[in-house]
């Protein structure tokens, strides 16, 4: 089965929540995602394999040589918002007005048509269900933010492709990775969860969803790769998923994308059933 790599192009400063890295200050702090996304695209290419990149607008305004590689190099662009901002924490018009922006914004660095989505820390969930009508209205076919996990989502959530319908109509939804461990849900496709995890458990979770038809959804960051990521105090819980593990994650991964067949999220959204 062809799971899923997909990307979140996003800067090591974009983290929700937090005032000092608030949107101002973005541009007097260094940059990296060039430097990282390029890394992980070599990566890529060197284990033969395509994904989708879901980039944030913000980048694509600044970096669009770098929105040019992504595609040159064979990859899907799909929306990861403009501001990186939480969507549960907007309006229907803030909503509409950062997706547009986005979108906008990627279209002049060259991409094709936008149609896949994902926001920024899962965050469309129980308190922004309204948002999938929105990404509807703009022509958007898949969306990839709903987790199902108990800290962002809800482990009620399908854990495969499905169908939701909306007032506008349907649009696919393609979760990540989870896998139940210790008596919880835990994140085994991102984050910590994915860096805390053996090689070998990883294939074990991904070989597990095949079996039963599922592909699984693999969610990587360019600033998880950074040799020597620069830090910001954060609380504990935010802390804990940026920072936990990051050492080592490159040659972790590169076992994990050499162990199973990976492509862009259009593949697996092709095996949507019914919500």
């Known amino acids: 089965m062809l799971n899923s790599l997909t ?118 969930n129980r308190r922004s269900e309204w948002a999938l009508e929105v990404l509807v209205e703009h022509g958007f076919g898949i969306d990839a933010s709903m987790a199902p996990l108990r800290i962002v989502g809800d482990v009620s959530y399908p854990r495969g492709p499905y169908v939701r319908s909306t007032p506008r109509g349907p649009i696919v939804e393609v979760p990540p990775l989870v896998a139940d461990r210790f008596g919880q849900v835990m994140p085994m496709g991102w984050g910590w969860g994915l860096r805390m995890s053996s090689p070998a458990r990883v294939l074990k979770e991904i070989e597990r969803a095949n079996h039963i038809g599922r592909p699984a959804v693999l969610t990587i960051q360019p600033w998880e790769l950074d040799a020597n990521p620069p830090r ?9 998923a940026h920072y936990f593990r990051l050492s080592g994650f490159l040659g972790r991964l590169r076992t994990i994308l050499r162990g199973a067949s990976f492509g862009p999220l259009q593949a697996a959204a092709a095996l949507a059933g019914s919500d």
């Open 7 to 124: 990307v979140d192009v996003e800067e090591w400063f974009h983290i929700c929540g937090i005032p000092a890295l608030r949107p101002d200050t973005w541009p007097q702090l260094p940059s990296r995602v060039d430097e990282t996304t390029r890394l992980l695209l070599d990566e890529l290419d060197a284990a033969g394999i395509t994904g989708t990149f879901f980039i944030v607008g913000w980048i694509a305004e600044r970096y669009p040589g770098l929105v040019g590689a992504i595609l040159a190099a064979g990859h899907d662009v799909g929306s990861h918002s403009f501001w990186h901002r939480r969507v549960y924490e907007l309006d229907r018009a803030a909503f509409a007005d950062d997706l547009h922006a986005s979108v906008s914004a990627l279209r002049a660095a060259g991409a094709p048509a936008i149609t896949a989505f994902r926001a920024p820390e899962w965050s469309i």
């Open 232 to 240: 910001v105090p954060l609380p504990s819980g935010l802390r804990f």
